[in-house]
């Protein structure tokens, strides 16, 4: 089996599940028109509380000890408050910790959709600072690709997977979330075994802001006129696809997206909750020269074919980087609505 890898740039911003329902019909795509993306934007996501990314053992001066874990912690908690006092980033965890001087430390935390206390006792380490040997994540930030614009209900769609933990793959639990402008300034080249990256930096214009972050991908409230020059397009029907010529439109250089060729080899599943049910390979020439396939960051990057949009890149497969997983366009749209 080929080995993926989601498609989003995060760069770690400091050392540290919420998933939203799918309709539970699919909704037709007869019909719906959507403004075309293609273009690169930044995300600054910060958590709705702190996730729990690796609990880790340290010397107390006579053993190894983990108080978080002791006191049943586990990775993937979201701690929601600290005594009672909602916390936001890891300076307000680490805070609590340093100055509880050894006193017990109630922690709200969500775990699979429930909220339940565990209470915690920190303890020094050999250096006589209180710790609780958890290693804590509060936001985010990286490059993806805008997927369409829906204009009639003021939305847009990017990426076409949830913004996920770098270490544990958990679904990030939103808190507040920024979308700017982004320029790509360079490219590192896939090659097979190990994906590429697009590089770039975020502008001053903030373009949207994030509302829901979902498996299937990003929604958000965007400002006015977005998308407005692009193309209108209408959505394809799954039943629509079919193995052939393809188009993908995707940024490698500065703000605007260029199209390049590509070929739907196979269809995989008409599972309205997947990201994966088609795969798609590069065959352009100029991309293959300048970016070896997919590489990270051409996350939602729209496909086009036989004129309608019939959906988006969501993984590259590492073994062949050429070639990748995309999502239904159709079922980016019914799990929004």
Known sequence: MKKIVNIITVAVCALFLITASVSAGTVSAEGKSVYLGGQPFGVRFYNDGLIVVELEE?????????????????????????????????????NAAVNCEGKPISFIIERDGDRKE?????????????????????????????????KDKNYFAALGHGICDNDTSALL????????????SS???????????LNGYFGDETIGTLTENTPLGIYGEP??????????IE???????????????????????ACYTAEITKLCNADESSN?????????????????????GMSGSPIVQNGKLV???????????????????????????
């Open 58 to 94: 340290f010397f107390d001066g006579t053993q190894n000890v983990c108080p978080a874990k002791k006191a049943g912690l586990k990775v993937n908690d979201i701690i929601k408050e600290v005594n009672r006092i909602p916390v936001r980033t890891n300076e307000d965890l680490q």
């Open 118 to 150: 565990i209470v915690i006792t920190p303890q020094k380490n050999n250096m006589g600072v209180y710790l609780l040997g958890a290693w804590i994540r509060d936001s985010c930030a990286g490059i993806g690709t805008i997927s369409f614009y829906d």
């Open 173 to 184: 639990p939103l808190g507040s979330a920024e979308i700017v402008k982004a320029n790509i």
């Open 223 to 232: 400002n006015s006129g977005m998308l407005d020059s692009s193309k209108e």
């Open 187 to 197: 490219v590192t080249k896939s090659v097979d075994g190990k994906a590429g990256s």
């Open 276 to 296: 994966e049910n088609f795969v798609i390979k590069i065959t352009d020439k100029s991309l293959l020269d300048n970016c070896g396939g997919i590489v990270q």
């Open 311 to 337: 959906g988006a890149i969501t993984h590259v497969f590492i073994n062949n980087t050429a070639e990748g997983y995309g999502i239904a366009a159709q079922f980016m749209a019914s799990n929004y609505e």
């Open 235 to 257: 959505i394809a029907d799954y039943s629509e696809i079919e193995k052939g010529e393809a188009e993908i439109y995707t940024t490698i250089d500065g703000e605007n997206a």
